[in-house]
């Protein structure tokens, strides 16, 4: 298999975890908020669903602050190079550096683990009220 296949599957397998801690967030989301209290008086979620909302909250912004600085980072890429080429008409290769995706990748991990670290806590919940 070429090396750009494996950066393929890469990619894909990267891109589908996304998709799944992007559904679990908004899953867990509309777990807790099952449990929501109907009376007035009383605040509308227990202190311990707080947490997991708060960091589901959190791993989707982190998610989205992950495409806006991944977007940011190529383009600003792209347009340097393009200003190398600007006068060429070939499509040339280019190699990127390696530490563009540093970032990028630090916020796909942070936004799994909070997630993951949510699911302790609604289990734990769950468990409890069973």
């Not at 495409?67 to 499509?91: H, L, M, P, Q, V």
């Not at 550096?97 to 289990?123: E, G, H, Q, R, T």
């Amino acid at each position: 298999m070429k090396l750009s296949k494996f950066r393929e599957k890469s990619n894909e397998y990267t891109a589908k975890a996304s998709e799944l801690t992007r559904q679990l967030c908004l899953a867990g989301i509309a777990i807790i908020w099952l449990f929501k209290k109907s009376d007035t008086n009383e605040p509308l979620l227990e202190k311990y669903l707080l947490i997991p909302l708060i960091f589901l909250s959190i791993a989707l912004l982190v998610d989205l602050s992950q495409y806006i600085i991944a977007g940011n980072i190529w383009i600003t890429f792209f347009r340097k190079k393009e200003k190398e080429f600007i006068d060429s008409d070939i499509d040339p290769d280019v190699k990127a550096p390696d530490n563009l995706n540093k970032v990028i990748y630090v916020c796909y991990y942070v936004k799994i683990i909070l997630m993951a670290f949510s699911y302790f806590f609604i289990i734990g919940y769950l468990i409890e009220k069973i």
